[in-house]
């Protein structure tokens, strides 16, 4: 059996593996395809496809990006065989990590004054030149001792309604769709289950608003999904022509339980993938930028 990974994140934004490492990682778990979706950021894509095209992996541009939704759910869009090339993306990414630069020092200023002591030179270190967040102010909490768990970290302190919590920039659905379009890549809905509707019926209609804007597909197989979830996406999809997508939402050692090519368990058909690749070369206007071995 052939199988692929189509979602997961590199040091570029909060994992813990270098984009060639992820790419690594794949060849080691038998994968034949893979799609690097690091957060808001495109700049593990260049190194990562490099990596790819040597180990003989099919490899497909990717990105995440948080857009608004009501609370408490969260909604993420991937973005497929966008072209790393592309001027909106870059200034897309650079507007998002300005802001995610600006929220640092906030959380840094806040936990100062609540008596913990951590400064900006110290998250750098941390971050070792990848983009600064939440994780590695987490890791620094937890090797310093003031917290004895990464989750506690974010229990605490850094996730929300944390005592050092500060919401992170987001963009508009439509905008999110848009900059993916106008750098020539697929829209996905990201873990339906993260939505957090209160029903079959929300859940619904916030993914036929989702199509309304011009979404390509919807990912089935995730981390988060169990046998009822994934059943319940497959019939959106269906139900609004929809491809099915899937990912392990792999983040290194910031999520421990979770392996690259492994989704709660299930493995994803690089039958996917390829319709994903069908889609990109044959949809008007694309540039279909798929790097293919
Ligand atoms: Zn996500
Ligand atoms: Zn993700």
Redesign the pocket.
């Known amino acids: 059996m052939n199988f692929v990974d189509l979602h997961c994140h590199s040091t570029a934004s909060d994992g813990t593996l270098p984009p060639e490492d992820v790419v690594r990682l794949a060849k080691a778990n038998h994968l034949t395809g893979l799609s690097l979706t690091d957060h808001d950021t495109i700049a593990g894509i260049a190194v990562a496809s490099a990596e790819a095209a040597k180990l003989g992996i099919d490899f497909l541009p990717g990105i995440?990006i948080s857009a608004t939704f009501p609370h408490p759910g969260?909604l993420?869009i991937l973005g497929y065989g966008i072209d790393p090339h592309s001027p909106v993306l870059h200034d897309l990414t650079r507007g998002l990590i300005d802001a995610r630069d600006n929220r640092n020092p906030q959380i840094i200023a806040k936990l100062n004054e609540l008596g913990v002591t951590i400064s900006m030179r110290e998250l750098e270190l941390q971050a070792a030149g990848g983009v600064m967040g939440r994780p590695h102010i987490a890791a620094i909490l937890l090797r310093k001792g003031y917290v004895s768990s990464i989750k506690l970290a974010f229990d605490k302190y850094l996730g929300q309604g944390g005592l050092a919590y500060f919401d992170k920039e987001r963009l508009a659905p439509q905008r999110a769709f848009d900059l993916i379009r106008q750098s020539g890549g697929l829209a996905v809905l990201?873990?339906p289950f993260?939505l957090r509707t209160q029903n079959d019926g929300e859940l619904d209609r916030v993914v036929k608003d989702l199509v309304d804007l011009g979404l390509a597909g919807i990912e089935v197989i995730h981390s988060d999904h169990d046998a009822a979830w994934i059943e319940k996406c497959s019939r959106l999809a269906d139900r609004y022509n929809l491809l099915k997508t899937g990912g392990s939402?792999f983040h290194g050692s910031n999520k421990k339980d979770i392996n690259l090519g492994i989704a709660n368990g299930k493995k994803i058909p690089r039958e996917w993938m390829d319709r994903l690749l069908d889609r990109l070369q044959t949809a008007p206007g694309l540039p279909g930028k798929i790097v293919k071995v």
């Open positions: 995440e969260t993420h990201a873990h993260q939402d």
